[in-house]
């Protein structure tokens, strides 16, 4: 009994407690003035926020170097580099970054691109794909070099007195195809491995010689071409070792009437392949000539002499 009330006095104070909790207030409305017609409040909701995007690799360093086809020589000089920026099919490339470094590095950023390299007038590229990480390359390069000079005999040819060209033989013709011109002796000119034809010009004439050259991968071919001609020195004089007329028009002629040379002066040098010739000289309106012989080595003055052709003596009167 003493427990069962207990319980009902301990329930019914909190009951009224309960009952006795005032209710919530309903939320006030404004109303439109002079309307009674609520006022719509519009809902204020937070943006929302984008999705995070993954964090940009960072630029990498690309670093390339370049080596002879089959001997894997490292090439150290006469390199030029470029990369180019893969813009995929159609798209002309953009050139990004250039070095003449033996081995140059490249900071890069991610994406693909195309490395070439020349040496001389031969050349090889690659495509390299490139990650937010260091990387590597080497290309190979199939060439070698030319190294040129000229000689009469067992003397050498002064280098401003010669010059050479070099030609890519097409076929049957040995010059198809002008590599370069005006090449000097003892430039170093570097080529795709192969077979070229080679131009020696001693001085300004027809002093001409010509050879079929080989170039090995990783080397470098010398060659001298010898050349059979001389150096002569034109002059008009009055009589033999006498001073040369000042002035005087040259013309160096072959035996056939070809002309090979002109020039003007009182004794200009001609630099003339072996072989026969004639020269007219032209001075005050009157005209001499001589043949003469070139010999290969023998550097000579070759003299005309100024004689009057002697008049007709005038006929007999009958």
Do not use: C
Request: neutral net charge; charged residues 20%; aromatic residues 6%.
């Amino acid at each position: 009994m003493g427990t069962g009330r207990r319980t009902r006095r301990g329930i019914l104070p909190a009951a009224l407690a309960m009952a006795l909790v005032p209710a919530p207030a309903p939320a006030q409305q404004s109303l439109v003035p002079g309307t009674g017609t609520p006022l719509l409040t519009p809902s204020i909701t937070s943006p929302a926020l984008p999705p995070s995007l993954p964090p940009a690799e960072p630029d990498a360093q690309l670093t390339l170097s370049a080596i002879f086809t089959g001997s894997g020589t490292p090439l150290r000089d006469g390199l030029a580099w470029r990369i180019f920026d893969d813009r995929g099919e159609g798209a002309r490339p953009a050139i990004v970054a250039r070095s003449t470094e033996a081995e140059p590095h490249f900071t890069l950023p991610p994406g693909a691109y195309v490395a070439t390299v020349t040496y001389g007038f031969a050349s090889a590229s690659k495509r390299i794909v490139l990650g937010g990480q260091a990387a590597s390359d080497t290309l190979r390069i199939a060439a070698g070099a030319l190294k040129l000079s000229g000689a009469v005999g067992d003397t050498k040819i002064p280098p401003d007195q010669l010059s050479f060209s070099v030609f890519v033989p097409v076929g049957t013709n040995s010059e198809g195809r002008l590599v370069r011109s005006g090449i000097h002796t003892g430039e170093l000119l570097r080529l795709p491995e192969g077979t070229y034809h080679v131009v020696s010009t001693y001085g300004e004439s027809n002093a001409i010689q010509r050879a079929d050259l080989k170039v090995e991968n990783g080397k470098v071919t010398e060659a001298t071409l010898n050349h059979r001609a001389a150096t002569v020195t034109l002059k008009l004089v009055a009589t033999p070792g006498a001073e040369a007329f000042a002035g005087t028009a040259f013309s160096v002629l072959t035996p056939g009437g070809d002309t090979i040379r002109e020039a003007i002066g009182a004794f200009p040098q001609v630099t003339l392949a072996e072989g026969d010739y004639v020269l007219i000289a032209r001075h005050d309106g009157q005209v001499f000539t001589r043949e003469f012989k070139v010999e290969s080595g023998l550097d000579r003055d070759i003299e005309v002499q100024a004689k009057s052709e002697p008049k007709p003596e005038p006929a007999p009167a009958n």
